[in-house]
């Protein structure tokens, strides 16, 4: 909060999302700003911190960053999905559109160069999940997952292959601690070819959860069939997604790779939680972002009472000395 380029400490507000781009620059979202911040040579200090936009209306209530492109999204409560450049630092007007209602849950798939556009699923309060190509923002599946309208709080698709031996997938977590998941034809949508709801099959619910989806990440190595998820009460669980089945222990997938890392519990986590423990036997699991930045060995994690962020090495098992 006090980095060079901040905005005022006045007007701060909590983070609500973040994403690690390339290897020197986190993207972090609070309710009113969308800030850039670089980290000097070493993983372990922030160096500087740009304000890429200020939120004049409605809260922004989450960010993604394209895996390939230089291009971050944001969504706000106001419909909003705003495109912005990191490279130049500025908003991208024609790349930005409306979400049939307040939104509340972004993803975008990777995409190798040259072979067609990414998806971008954009969740929503009421329910709606739309899915659109990320170029030109034409709809390949709009629909309302669930009958009670619950909020979807977040959304991953699963490590993109280009070869097409592997499905792309998407999961999406809700409040009512369902999780929807979807298989796509194409890893990448073609103009010409994708032009409907044969695009993507809708495949299984999810469910084990009994508090809201608080975050969710498929393995990153192919075929990236397992999926990672944390509630809102600190209940983490994993899913094998082709097969629709809850795996019976977590140990089961304490080998496998969930890269960038964003579950806010989790064996490679539990030293970033020694000063901010939750209360015994606290029902809800205090409101932490968590975001790895791959390659870097470091993780950040936002503070629970204030819009400040660290820095800790990762894995970290145990506290930092």
């Known amino acids: ?23 020197g620059r986190l993207v972090l979202a609070s309710r009113t700003h969308l800030l850039l911040l670089d980290l000097v040579g070493g993983s372990e200090q922030l160096q500087s911190c740009t304000v890429l936009a200020t939120q004049p209306c409605r ?5 993604c960053a394209h895996p390939v492109e230089q291009r971050i999204f944001t969504g706000a409560l106001d419909g909003g999905v705003r495109c912005y450049r990191t490279d130049v630092q500025r908003p991208l007007p024609d790349r930005s559109f409306k979400a049939p209602g307040s939104v509340t849950c972004l993803a975008v798939s990777g995409c190798a160069p040259g072979s067609g556009s990414a998806w ?6 009421d329910s709606t999940l739309s899915v659109v190509s990320e170029n030109s923002f034409k709809y390949v599946f709009k629909r ?58 809708r495949t299984a619910t999810l469910r084990g959860h009994g508090a809201p989806i608080r ?44 890269s960038p890392w964003t579950a806010p519990i989790g064996w490679p986590v539990l030293g970033c939680w020694k000063a901010q423990r939750a209360a015994e036997g606290a029902a809800v699991l205090p409101a932490r972002r968590f975001c790895e930045l791959a390659g870097r060995g470091a993780v950040a994690a936002s503070d629970v009472t204030r819009p400040a962020l660290e820095l800790f090495p990762f894995p970290c098992p145990s506290a930092p000395m």
């Open 144 to 201: 309302c997952l669930c009958p009670k309208k619950a909020k979807l709080t977040c959304a991953q698709f699963s490590t993109c292959d280009a070869s097409g031996a592997h499905p792309l997938w998407l999961a999406v977590g809700a409040e009512d601690g369902s999780i929807h998941t979807f298989r796509f034809k194409e890893a990448s949508c073609q103009t010409v070819t994708h032009s409907g709801a044969e695009t993507m099959t």
């Open 59 to 63: 809260p922004i209530t989450c960010v």
């Open 1 to 23: 909060s006090s980095l060079p380029g901040a905005p005022d400490t006045r007007m701060q507000s909590p983070f609500v999302g973040g994403a690690s781009w390339r290897l």
């Open 215 to 258: 975050d969710i990440s498929f393995a990153d190595m192919l075929p990236s069939v397992f999926l990672l998820s944390v509630d809102t009460s600190g209940q983490a669980l994993a899913f094998d997604v082709p097969m629709a089945r809850r795996l019976t222990s977590m140990a089961q997938v304490r080998d496998v790779s969930f």
């Open 120 to 125: 971008l699923a954009v969740g929503c309060d």
